[in-house]
């Protein structure tokens, strides 16, 4: 295990510690050039609910368009919604959110099937991009007989972590988790991917999560990582080992990139520029803002 | 286009007809040897919503067996969830449900992207088995031309039917539409499956549906056909030709398969019985029982 | 059909018609910059063998290298190995060819499967690239009714002129035949694979050739075309219609793109230049040269 | 490493140790009902080459049918040919083969790309059903780093034995290394695949090799193995385990199973009985018959 991975491990908790808030300044800038009126569905806006909540947020659509922003009833993600005409599009989305992230349990166990909530089946199940189903084998065979619990799911970062590639320009929209465990290279969401699909094929719930993660390199992108179901809640894996999960500001969590990409397009478009940054807000700093 | 293939299609509405209350009594038997404790995830019940009423049901489960089920917030299917131990299980699940469904319009519209409601957008995007995003030029070039509407999907329904030939134990619960699409053979699901690929493809928001139906041949099983949104409503399309869909009684809707299984098995076990009947009440039986 | 398909299909023969000598002047030039030490086969030589004569040639290594040029005893294909070193490597390959191809017989029959010579059966099995297996399906239920011989297969080739799009950059040196048909798009190889896919399909056994060929848009490159056994002799079909396929140079023929790589590298190159040209030369020319 | 692996490895030889001669009687029957005229492709006889000698062998064919058998020029194994009627159909091949096999030598070295002879250069490429192109990245990422040789093939063997369930029904004809990589499960075909498949990426020339062996369980069955190209010479290795590579009795060697099928049909056939069995001549017998 290399420094890497290190960071992409959570800094367990110490008992019955208190999750400090945090705070997190978003700056994301896109641009476009349209060929034709496109409608958009973007993911942008920083999720608030879970362990995060939004304290300030703009948003800037140059040129100026009516748009529409929805949120969802059970995730509380927000889609925004708009038709943009033939000619360049921009963005800015600003937010200050602050996140009372509790530390991982790394004692937290798995539960069995019939202990699950409802609201999480879903999660069990094979998706789009996290074909559970056909590595259910494989990812028995592999981590089948580890100790159910926190560290199993810990075991699958690992293993991503030192036996995928981060190599950019390698996978497509249509990459899936068989095709990443094949071909061993890929980008963030590819790793989440294939994590989301282990743990499913060992019957722990997982999906996906997006959001605005700091990491010097590569350049500044949207970041995907992993959640898996362990003791009753959420917990987050970066298997790219390029972030501390406990500093992700979500977008939205989903069952895979199919429910959560950043930008679904209907139309023919350029993209010109993808620049979604976030900065921890320093102690002293945020309390003169407060 | 064939005798079969006609059924397959819903008779179109006469304006302003009044959708007639039609009953139909359901009586389902399943039974299992289990071979070790399982838990079982099964989706049997009629739904109890949409233009559907659950007048009386019950529910037999041998061994008695502490059970639970759970509503659906937002699309109202239930899931009946249990563990039972090694050793048979048996199922039985009776029916009497009421259907006002509206006859199909015929001349609906295909709606813009802007104009969808925010719940459709999910149906819109590729899902496990309906891999949209890989049909999707094929899609285009295949039915992009037509003119949009009901005739349109229609169309994509009348091809499937045309070209995929109903073959059992040919395609298993990991082929998409991309396999059936390629091997031009499998069963419901599987045609059902190519139907929501190729509507997506289109931009049109598209699901599973499945439920109990009528059909001689093959013998009884579940039913799966799709459902396209046209008009501000969904659509109900058979591309197997071997039902009318206005007589399906809908147990759920879902992006695919993965969504609404009807039994999802968490231990060994091998199966003995399925068999979903369904019949529709004739009128003067129905009086009586009113 | 458009007027690129026509240019596809080869002219018919007259009966008894003689087949002229032609004569083409190939010039090939290829150019890399090593990284490291790496091993090549490549595949530039023009057929000397079937309907093909290569009057003169010559071949220009730049560094000056030890290399050898290997003939097929069977296909009489020749490829050309060399191991060389960092650093920059050119190759410049210059024929005169001569060809005596016999216009296509486009009432070329099919022949039984016992009619085939033993040295055709292997091309009626899958290749990596073909997938006939697959495909065999679709492929009989496409074309399946249609008359069998030349014209089913020139129906073959027209299919894939007018529902493949040619499209550089879209797929890539591990896409297939089944990919090609679902995706709809490719380049030359792509076609061909297809072509080839859906012949065997048939129980046609066919190939590919690769060599040099004209064509105006996109850009020089080697191209593809396939060959189907029809009537006891291989005839041409090049279903992209950028070429007439009697103005085809072989190189080699073989199952598909595993077999005829115009260039096999192993080690890390990075590639300067592909520029195969290859020009007919004209009657007066051609008689002052000779 | 259990017991049944021991078996899959082959016995090493000792220094200048002579090749014994050995002798193994073949008895095949091959029974089919012909719904319809078929053609036929059998690949039953004995290889009269390599390290083998066919001493005597005879076919019988019930219904007596004309047929022809061909000899490959270059691999010298034989393909009956033959056309049958609608009915039953029954082969029986008998035979007796001296096999000289050298045993293997664990000091093999594998040899560097220009030091390969021209004709197992195809064997290191892709084929139908092993995509080593596919499987380049992680075969070289899980044995890449091992020393080069025959130890390291004999690992690629021993994960396989290790990692691959063997079990019948879960794959088919048209599976490949990818998926049995994926599925962790299959049959001898499948893990001889597999081993073809990461020896070509690790630029390893590698064949399967289909024959005669015994083995207790599963019930008699045409054997595959592979062959990886060492020191100059094949070698073999059996990664189910379930034979000493020692005793079998070739029938050909080719770069998939779409060379080498025991049988290809071109008909609508039931089959009702494949045993092709085979024995060593204990060596009393045999020197009484010799």
């Known amino acids: 295990m290399n420094a890497i991975a290190r960071k992409g491990r959570r800094k367990a908790a110490r008992p019955h510690e208190a999750a400090a808030e945090r705070l997190f300044d978003v700056d994301c800038k896109l641009s476009y050039t349209l060929l034709d ?20 947020e703009s948003l800037r659509i140059t040129p100026t368009l009516e748009h529409e922003v929805h949120r969802d009833a059970v995730l509380g993600h927000r889609t925004l919604r708009l038709k943009a005409p033939a000619g360049p599009l921009t963005l800015r989305y600003r937010a200050r959110v602050s ?4 530390p991982p349990d790394t004692r937290a166990q798995e539960m069995s099937i019939e202990a699950l909530p409802h609201a999480v089946l879903p999660d069990l199940m094979p998706s789009r991009y996290c074909e559970s189903d056909r590595l259910a084998s494989v990812g028995f065979k592999m981590f089948g007989d580890l100790p159910p619990g926190h560290s199993r799911v810990q075991a699958v970062s690992d293993w991503i972590h030192e036996h995928i590639e981060y190599r950019t320009g390698f996978t497509d929209s249509s990459t899936t ?20 699909a282990f743990c499913r094929a060992l019957n722990i719930p997982a999906r996906l999560a997006v959001g605005y993660a700091r990491f010097d390199s590569p350049p500044p992108d949207f970041h995907a990582v992993f959640e898996a179901f362990l003791g009753g809640r959420w917990e987050l894996f970066d298997p790219t080992g390029m972030t501390d999960p406990d500093d992700l500001v979500r977008i939205a969590v989903g069952r895979d990139a199919s429910d959560v990409a950043f930008a679904t397009l209907f139309g023919p ?16 700093r945020a309390r003169v803002r407060a």
């Open 177 to 196: 988790a068989c095709d990443v465990f094949l071909q061993r290279a890929g980008v963030c969401r590819d790793f989440a991917h294939l994590g989301v």
């Open 99 to 102: 996140l009372h992230r509790t």
């Open 269 to 284: 478009v350029r993209t010109r520029l993808i620049r979604p940054e976030v900065e921890q807000v320093r102690a002293r």
């Open 37 to 56: 009126d496109t409608h958009f569905l973007f993911m942008v806006h920083a999720l608030d609910g879970m362990d995060q909540k939004v304290r300030e």
